[in-house]
């Protein structure tokens, strides 16, 4: 399976490198945590939402709605689904203690890219999560002379004990162990991408460098 950090593809190189890793790598089943801001794909993608999306696709998305510029993308929004056989779950948004308690009908504009209590709580009532997918860190995890994560991240590994969290938004890669859960903040598509296989229940993502980009592409 196909793992990938943030791929901000509203930028026209970012999105030819997206695609070029699609063409190249051919997966079956990938998943993305957030910041990916384009929604044609060429393979099945389950991804969060991270703060820079195209809220107006997000907000479909999460009603149910199928918007024409879809395409084999599905949100996981305090959602969770079966991808190869494992429980994937997802939190979709960024933190702002300021909207946090207000209800998401209430969120407008560029606040809506904010998850609020009422998603983390029906997060928190998923069931044998295998794999939880954030763009918001956990506590924990990353350091710049303070400590970036979210509590509430925190919280639902310590309630969903899945066995990997894979993270977005920071663009570097970072592994920790936190509340029994291995929890790995990813490098941006542009840079990596990461390959996740189930054996005998035990998970494994492995990291690898490329040079996929749009000049690669062009020249196909």
Not at 35 to 45: F, I, N, R, S, V
Not at 156 to 171: A, F, I, K, R, W
Not at 195 to 211: C, F, P, Q, V
Request: charged residues 25%; proline residues 5%; aromatic residues 6%.
């Amino acid at each position: 399976m196909l793992v990938l950090g943030d791929a901000h593809a509203a930028d026209g190189a970012n999105r030819e490198t997206l695609l070029e890793l699609y063409r190249r790598l051919e997966p079956d089943l990938v998943l993305q945590v957030g910041d990916l801001q384009h929604y044609e794909l060429p393979a099945p993608t389950w991804f969060v939402a991270g703060n820079n999306e195209d809220l107006d696709v997000i907000e479909a998305l999460r009603a149910g709605e199928a918007p024409p510029s879809v395409d084999d993308a599905h949100l996981l929004a305090s959602t969770a689904a079966t991808v190869d056989g494992l429980r994937v779950a997802g939190l979709s948004g960024n933190f702002a203690p300021t909207k946090y308690d207000c209800s998401r009908e209430d969120l407008e504009g560029k606040r809506r890219r904010h998850f609020t209590r009422d998603d983390v709580e029906r997060a928190a009532a998923l069931e044998d999560v295998d794999v939880f997918l954030t763009h918001e860190a956990p506590t924990g995890l990353l350091s710049y002379g303070y400590d970036p994560g979210c509590e509430h991240v925190t919280d639902l590994l310590e309630t969903l004990s899945p066995s990997l969290c894979l993270v977005g938004h920071h663009h570097r890669h970072r592994e920790a162990d936190i509340a029994d859960t291995h929890v790995v903040s990813l490098a941006p598509a542009w840079e990596r991408y990461y390959t996740l296989e189930s054996d005998a229940g035990s998970l494994r993502l492995e990291a690898h460098d490329h040079d996929f980009g749009p000049d690669d592409a062009a020249a196909e």
